[in-house]
């Protein structure tokens, strides 16, 4: 009788196992636990960068250089560097608002409402994506749905949904690195799952323990165009930042 | 016997005034009907021709695609060679540079912090060259209100409606905020120079003026334009030449596998005026038709009635031995006597309210608030050559066709019995 029980028990761990839907192995770890790691290696308590930004227009290219002040969530001042048209211009966010400041008009004009869905120096960034959080683990929920190979590198594949509505991007798609927790691809999703932005990191590179893409490119899919490739030139984690950068009077200094 | 007739015709009230007032009233309201909406159809074709769409327009086959969304990224390039060969080319049509762009117009206060916002419609166009014809186009003298036109750079026109409500002044800063042409955001500050009204409600709702020098500046559009209008020399409208000129543009210039080469389009293909200048133009016949049958059945019925009352006149006629057709000639020649006559009046009271119209029109402004349609919002009525002659189709038709059927009965008396209805 107990060897029929053992038997049986056996049969129906068998059965459930072979019904389970495929999916990660079991030392996976879960979609939250990626999410932090990624936020792990992007967020930072305060960085200081310079950067620049090739855009890809249908008729022709043009390369933006910017240097950025981030402080946490809340706070960041960006100046554009070249070319000509842009040096000077000045942009502060400082928690929900945006403002901008050129050297020409001499105004400080507050970003706000539609003007935020507007490309950002014409690329396929919007004000939009520049305000948001950029802690994922704070806007998404994530759940590991498979794994996949990006340029010969294993990746998880992550689904991520909005905690709340009021995203730009109700859901996004990441293939993130087994071993360094970069999203090597991500592709955005509008509310009806249309797809909106892509997004491709071709390089990376370690700094202070952290891997940090080097050179990215985003698309947004709507556009004409070969998209935006940003390429960071130099990043500085942790350092002080005066607070007098974070304010309007900074704008036109 | 003719000037016994005719008398007995004057003096006979319902054989002459009621035909001559149906008549009459018949060419008076095709007359009027046919001005009013001549001054409409026209108006509106003014209005886009002058502000929009030119006799003929110019952008690119990829801008033409998207045109009511103003994608100044898919704006012409080269636009001062374009126009040198345009103006050599093309030497009895006036061609000339414009840019239209959206965004917002921001006031500043004191400190430089926005006082007063609101969403503007701009128009750039040759404004500081003196050889410019678009001041004339555009009709700005008679549209300024308040200041002066441009005179200096970065000087701009800015609807009188829009400037009170931001609360803005002569002489004061006003930034554009919008798009270069890369997509980038745009500022750029502008010099209030005078106020305009257009008598366009889409216009007089927010609508800036600026130099395409300047614009071309501020929205990082080096030796672009969105698009380039052309207008015969004397401002006349002809569909046809129009068309002729298009196609050989677009066999020289457009190729169907660049999107960014350019292509022509006549006032008619574009906006769907086409089908405004076909109604325009088959109107004066719909009108017509539609009176002629109207007033037809009219005059018929008074016919009728007439040769009913007018029974024992007719009898005693064709009993003293007139025959039948003399008697069937001669009712067809007074109504055509009193057709011409209602005609000639109807036509006159008709081109008097037409007139009045044309000068004083009827203001739609109230009704028309949220319209984004270059129409006038003051519609008036045009007098046109065609006036004068269309109400003279119903009037005398209608008089003649109504009588023919009417006055078929005469052939219907027996000679035999008209002695018997006539003791009766």
Redesign the interface.
């Known amino acids: 009788m107990r060897k029929l029980i053992i038997f049986a028990l056996l049969i129906n761990v068998c059965v459930l196992h072979a019904a389970a839907p495929p999916g990660p192995p079991s030392e996976a770890p879960s979609g939250e636990e990626i999410l932090e790691r990624i936020d792990n290696n992007f967020y930072a308590e305060n960085r200081v960068s310079i950067s620049s930004m090739i855009?890809r227009?249908?008729?022709g290219t043009?390369t933006i250089k910017a240097k950025s002040w981030v402080q946490g969530m809340d706070k960041a001042f960006t100046e554009y560097l070249s070319p000509a048209?842009?040096k000077g211009t000045k942009m502060l966010k400082i928690k929900g608002e945006l403002w901008?400041w050129?050297p020409?008009?001499?105004?400080?004009?507050?970003?706000a409402g539609h003007?935020l869905r507007?490309?950002?120096?014409?690329?396929d960034v919007s004000y939009e994506d520049f305000m948001e959080d950029p802690e994922l683990s704070n806007i998404y929920n994530a759940r590991v749905t498979g794994e996949e190979t990006i340029d010969g590198r294993p990746c998880y594949l992550l689904e991520l949904k909005a905690k709340k509505s009021e995203v730009s991007y109700y859901s996004k798609k990441f293939w993130v690195d087994k071993e360094r927790y970069v999203p090597l691809r991500q592709d955005w999703f509008a509310k009806a799952g249309k797809l909106l932005k892509t997004v491709v990191i071709h390089e990376v590179f370690k700094v202070e323990n952290r891997w940090y893409p080097r050179r990215m490119t985003f698309r947004d899919v709507l556009k004409k165009g070969s998209g935006t490739e940003f390429i960071i030139e130099s990043i500085d984690f942790n350092v002080e930042i005066p607070e007098h950068i974070f304010s309007k009077a900074s704008l036109r200094r | 016997m003719i000037k016994f007739l005719l008398k007995g015709l004057m003096r006979d009230r319902s054989r002459s005034l009621f035909p001559v007032l149906i008549a009459g009233t018949g060419a008076f309201l095709t007359v009027f009907l046919y001005s009013w909406i001549q001054g409409a159809i026209g108006d509106l074709i003014q209005s886009s021709a002058q502000f929009d769409t030119g006799h003929v327009k110019i952008m690119t086959r990829a801008y033409r695609e998207l045109s009511d969304q103003i994608p100044n990224d898919l704006a012409l390039l080269g636009v001062e060679s374009l126009l040198e060969q345009l103006r050599s080319n093309e030497k009895e049509m006036v061609w000339t540079p414009r840019t239209r762009f959206g965004g917002l117009l921001d006031i500043p206060d004191e400190r430089g912090e926005t006082r007063a916002q609101g969403p503007v419609m701009g128009l750039a166009a040759d404004l500081l060259n003196p050889s410019s014809p678009e001041i004339k186009i555009l009709n700005l003298n008679n549209a300024l209100v308040r200041g002066h036109l441009p005179r200096e750079k970065n000087e701009i026109l800015i609807s009188e409606e829009f400037a009170r409500r931001l609360g803005v002044t002569i002489g004061e800063t006003a930034t554009l905020i919008s798009s270069t042409m890369n997509g980038a955001m745009a500022m750029h500050n502008f010099t209030v120079a005078g106020t305009v009204h257009f008598g366009i409600t889409s216009l007089d709702k927010g609508a800036i003026i600026a130099d395409i020098s300047d614009v071309q500046y501020a929205l990082d559009m080096p030796d672009a334009a969105g698009e380039i209008v052309g207008y015969s020399k004397d401002m006349l409208y002809d569909d046809e030449a129009m068309l002729e000129l298009t196609k050989k543009f677009n066999d020289r210039f457009s190729k169907e596998d660049d999107e960014f080469s350019p292509v022509m389009l006549s006032l008619s293909q574009q906006n769907g005026l086409g089908e405004y200048l076909g109604f325009a133009s088959a109107l004066g016949g719909i009108i017509v038709v539609i009176f002629v049958f109207v007033m037809s059945i009219v005059v018929w019925n008074s016919g009728l009635i007439n040769g009913i009352r007018r029974y024992g006149e007719i009898g005693v006629r064709l009993a003293m031995g007139e025959p039948n057709g003399s008697l069937y000639r001669w009712m067809i020649f007074e109504s055509i006597v009193t057709g011409f006559v209602g005609s000639i009046l109807g036509t006159l009271v008709g081109l008097g309210a037409s007139y009045y119209l044309q000068f004083k029109g009827i203001d739609f402004g109230s009704v028309l608030q949220k319209s984004t349609v270059l129409i006038s919002s003051v519609v008036r009525a045009r007098v046109t050559g065609w006036s004068y002659a269309i109400g003279f189709f119903p009037g005398l038709i209608a008089s003649v066709v109504g009588t023919i059927f009417a006055g078929i009965g005469i052939y219907r008396r027996q000679t035999s019995q008209l002695f018997k209805e006539l003791e009766v």
């Open positions: 855009i227009g249908v008729r043009r048209r842009e901008t050129s020409s008009t001499d105004r400080i004009i507050r970003i003007m507007q490309s950002l120096m014409g690329s």
